[in-house]
């Protein structure tokens, strides 16, 4: 086995087959785990030290043995090397591809005809090309046929089928990842995690202007069922993340809260709802009931929508209402 490839290419064939282990087994993302990891190279360069010198060490070795022949032993040595020479068929292949006369068979194909003792051999194509050249052909008829008269996809086609591909992946990954949520994929989260976080997040943004019951203050009443700005998940979501009508103090948190945080403290906003606070603030808004609260029938949901989308148009009359009076100092705390 030693004897039939050489170190040359024992050395690097070894050493890719490590190399590709380990990029198979260590997940380094897009980069080569040698680029991610500088242990990963260093276990590399190792490695490589580690091949040349066995390869060194058994050389010299089979050197000293071979030194210390008598020379009938060392002519046999030699004899035995040279029989099982190293990758015979590749040379054979290689010449074969070559196609050139050897050089004891040139006068065959010599040209009668010289130029300042230049003469010209007639020599064959040789093989490799002429195969390339077949090849070529059977590959420009496949083609030919596969995009021209079959119309199969062009590059432009190719490209807009994977972005749409793409697009339903992403879609799929946003219904599954929680913190991608935005105002379109929101739903009302139930985990008694997230209501715990989201009641973190209230009691300390919050209740300044909302109090800790949701009674209300500077902010309106969060626990009755009249609403300003919609009392579905949606609404909620959007009015925390890009605040209230203008003017009215109810800044954008989108700045402070990550997307799941504005969907936790929504979602515990909505379990004030049928609560009795303290101190409730009077009832501001039109009065918004789900029928359906609590449960996730995509009925249910467009009805919230539909009533949402009434109560945004109304919101939008009254902000261009509040936008006209203009003089609102309190329009600085929206930037
Ligand atoms: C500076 C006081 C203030 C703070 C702090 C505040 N809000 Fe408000 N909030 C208001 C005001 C004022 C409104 C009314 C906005 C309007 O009329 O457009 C409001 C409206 C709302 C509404 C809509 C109510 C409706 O009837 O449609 C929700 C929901 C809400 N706030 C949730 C929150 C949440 C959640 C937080 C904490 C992340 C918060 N607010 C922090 C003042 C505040």
């Given at each position: 086995m030693r004897n039939l490839i050489p170190s040359w290419i024992r050395v690097p064939v070894l050493f890719f087959i490590i190399l590709g282990t380990v990029e198979f087994f260590v997940d380094s993302g897009n980069q080569p785990a040698f680029v991610k990891y500088p242990a990963v190279l260093l276990f590399l360069l190792l490695v490589l030290f580690i091949l040349i010198s066995i390869e060194g060490i058994v050389g010299s070795l089979e050197n000293v043995m071979f030194q210390k022949l008598d020379p009938e032993a060392k002519a046999k040595f030699i004899a035995d090397r040279n029989k099982s020479v190293q990758l015979d068929w590749l040379k054979k292949t290689y010449i074969k591809l070559l196609g050139s006369k050897p050089l004891e068979k040139e006068d065959e194909i010599i040209l009668d005809h010289s130029y300042d003792g230049i003469k010209e051999l007639d020599n064959d194509l040789p093989p490799w090309w002429k195969y390339a050249f077949y090849i070529s052909i059977v590959f420009a008829v496949v083609y030919l046929l596969r995009?021209?008269?079959?119309s199969g996809q062009n590059q432009i086609e190719e490209f807009d089928t994977e972005l749409a591909e793409a697009k339903v992946a992403i879609d799929a990954y946003k219904k599954t990842?929680?913190?991608?949520?935005?105002v379109n994929s929101v739903t009302q989260l139930t985990e008694t995690a997230d209501l715990a976080a989201g009641k973190n997040i209230f009691n300390t943004n919050?209740?300044?202007?909302?109090m800790a019951d949701g009674g209300?203050?500077?902010?309106?009443?969060?626990?009755?069922?009249?609403?300003i700005l919609g009392g579905d998940i949606k609404s909620i979501f959007h009015t925390v993340s890009e605040?209230?009508?203008?003017?009215?103090?109810?800044?954008?948190?989108k700045a402070q809260l990550k997307p799941l945080e504005i969907a936790q403290v929504a979602s515990y906003v909505m379990t004030f709802q049928g609560t009795t606070p303290a101190n409730p603030k009077a009832a501001e808004g039109d009065i918004i009931?789900?029928?359906?609260?609590g449960t996730e029938g995509s009925e249910a949901t467009t009805d919230a929508d539909a009533v949402t989308t009434e109560s945004t148009e109304e919101t939008a009359e009254t902000q261009i209402d509040t936008t006209l009076q203009a003089e609102t100092p309190a329009e600085d705390i929206n930037e």
């Amino acid at each position: 086995m030693r004897n039939l490839i050489p170190s040359w290419i024992r050395v690097p064939v070894l050493f890719f087959i490590i190399l590709g282990t380990v990029e198979f087994f260590v997940d380094s993302g897009n980069q080569p785990a040698f680029v991610k990891y500088p242990a990963v190279l260093l276990f590399l360069l190792l490695v490589l030290f580690i091949l040349i010198s066995i390869e060194g060490i058994v050389g010299s070795l089979e050197n000293v043995m071979f030194q210390k022949l008598d020379p009938e032993a060392k002519a046999k040595f030699i004899a035995d090397r040279n029989k099982s020479v190293q990758l015979d068929w590749l040379k054979k292949t290689y010449i074969k591809l070559l196609g050139s006369k050897p050089l004891e068979k040139e006068d065959e194909i010599i040209l009668d005809h010289s130029y300042d003792g230049i003469k010209e051999l007639d020599n064959d194509l040789p093989p490799w090309w002429k195969y390339a050249f077949y090849i070529s052909i059977v590959f420009a008829v496949v083609y030919l046929l596969r995009f021209e008269v079959f119309s199969g996809q062009n590059q432009i086609e190719e490209f807009d089928t994977e972005l749409a591909e793409a697009k339903v992946a992403i879609d799929a990954y946003k219904k599954t990842a929680k913190g991608l949520v935005d105002v379109n994929s929101v739903t009302q989260l139930t985990e008694t995690a997230d209501l715990a976080a989201g009641k973190n997040i209230f009691n300390t943004n919050c209740v300044a202007c909302h109090m800790a019951d949701g009674g209300g203050g500077i902010g309106p009443n969060l626990t009755d069922t009249h609403w300003i700005l919609g009392g579905d998940i949606k609404s909620i979501f959007h009015t925390v993340s890009e605040g209230g009508r203008s003017g009215k103090g109810m800044i954008a948190w989108k700045a402070q809260l990550k997307p799941l945080e504005i969907a936790q403290v929504a979602s515990y906003v909505m379990t004030f709802q049928g609560t009795t606070p303290a101190n409730p603030k009077a009832a501001e808004g039109d009065i918004i009931v789900d029928p359906n609260a609590g449960t996730e029938g995509s009925e249910a949901t467009t009805d919230a929508d539909a009533v949402t989308t009434e109560s945004t148009e109304e919101t939008a009359e009254t902000q261009i209402d509040t936008t006209l009076q203009a003089e609102t100092p309190a329009e600085d705390i929206n930037e």
